[in-house]
């Protein structure tokens, strides 16, 4: 049974910074493609960013220079450290963990979400 299960958000001042984990279980953790998406009210769930197998590293244009997603493959974890936090950044974080099968099928889970407030 595959598990992604988000921690370290909650309500934050502008300017101000997060750190959120996603723990993951069930998987082959390394050979995955792990992302952090976001889904505000009203609003298509979008990508923050995401680390390749190979680390490589990609960044939705709003965040960057702000987010930096890293990951653990022996903690089986994936991290998005949040700085200069904006009220536009209040959403619901997701993670994702997603690859093609040696087979050509893919293979996608989504944690429960873990909600982020930038609020003064």
């Known amino acids: 049974q595959v598990q992604l299960v988000e921690s370290g958000g909650g309500l934050v001042q502008p300017g101000g910074s997060l750190r959120l984990s996603c723990a993951a279980s069930?998987?082959?953790?390394?050979?995955?493609?792990m992302g952090w998406y976001r889904q505000a009210p009203g609003k298509q769930r979008e990508m923050v960013a995401v680390?390749?197998?190979?680390?490589?590293?990609d960044y939705a244009d709003f965040v960057k220079g702000r987010f930096t997603i890293s990951r653990d493959n022996s903690k089986n974890t994936v991290y998005l450290q949040m700085n200069s936090l904006e009220p536009e950044d209040t959403a619901e974080y997701y993670c994702?963990?997603?690859?093609?099968?040696?087979?050509?099928?893919?293979?996608?889970?989504w944690g429960q979400g873990t909600q982020v407030t930038v609020s003064s």
């Open positions: 994702n963990a997603n690859r093609i099968s040696v087979f050509g099928r893919r293979e996608n889970y």
């Open positions: 069930g998987i082959n953790f390394s050979i995955y493609v």
């Open positions: 680390s390749s197998s190979g680390g490589r590293t």
